[in-house]
């Protein structure tokens, strides 16, 4: 069994930045995909973006051109750091591996 804890969410002026991380526990996730998806009130979740176990990535169109993501193997973590942020990022966003999804932070971009 995995669990998943993501942090870093919270408030953000529009323009700004934020890293936001997912901590895995339970087994090592360096082998296989991780994948960021997002939840904004009244809609379906959409995927961000998704690291592969050599360091691949995929970016989701939504932040294409503004996001990073990235994992550390050694404290087997995956970050994603979204810059130039705007009001529709405003959404709860989620770690996911295999099956196994974190509870998910809040992220709101207002001035």
């Known amino acids: 069994q995995v669990q998943l804890v993501e942090s870093g969410g919270g408030l953000v002026q529009p323009g700004g930045s934020l890293r936001l991380s997912c901590a895995a526990s339970g087994r090592a996730v360096s082998s296989e995909n991780v994948q960021w998806y997002r939840q904004a009130p009244g809609k379906g979740r959409e995927l961000v973006d998704v690291?592969?176990?050599?360091?691949?990535?995929l970016y989701g169109d939504s932040v294409k051109g503004r996001s990073t993501i990235s994992r550390d193997n050694a404290t087997n973590t995956v970050h994603l750091q979204i810059n130039n942020l705007k009001p529709e990022d405003t959404a709860i966003y989620y770690c996911?591996?295999?099956?196994?999804w974190g509870q998910g932070a809040q992220v709101t971009v207002s001035s």
């Open positions: 996911n591996h295999n099956i196994y």
């Open positions: 690291v592969g176990h050599l360091g691949t990535t």
